[in-house]
């Protein structure tokens, strides 16, 4: 299986990705209540042109907007 990230046009190939998250447990050890927070990781192979996706996270002079 061939997973493949399509980011405002540009596709790229994912090695990995990982949706983790917290939840409270009770006393007797199960989980109580809704998960409390997540986070999703992603990791693709590195490409020529691949420089757009560090300057779209980390560029401070370029609006995007969100979906």
């Given at each position: 299986?061939?997973g ?5 046009g540009?596709e790229?190939?994912?090695i990995?990705?990982?949706l983790?998250?917290?939840?409270r447990i009770d ?13 999703f990781y992603?990791?693709f192979?590195a490409?020529?042109?691949d ?6 996270m980390c560029?401070k002079?370029?609006a995007?907007g969100?979906?």
């Amino acid at each position: 299986m061939k997973g493949i990230l399509n980011f405002k046009g540009i596709e790229r190939t994912l090695i990995s990705f990982r949706l983790p998250h917290r939840r409270r447990i009770d006393t007797s050890g199960y989980p109580c209540s809704l998960p409390r927070d997540s986070f999703f990781y992603v990791s693709f192979l590195a490409e020529e042109g691949d420089d757009f996706f560090m300057q779209w996270m980390c560029g401070k002079n370029i609006a995007h907007g969100g979906a």
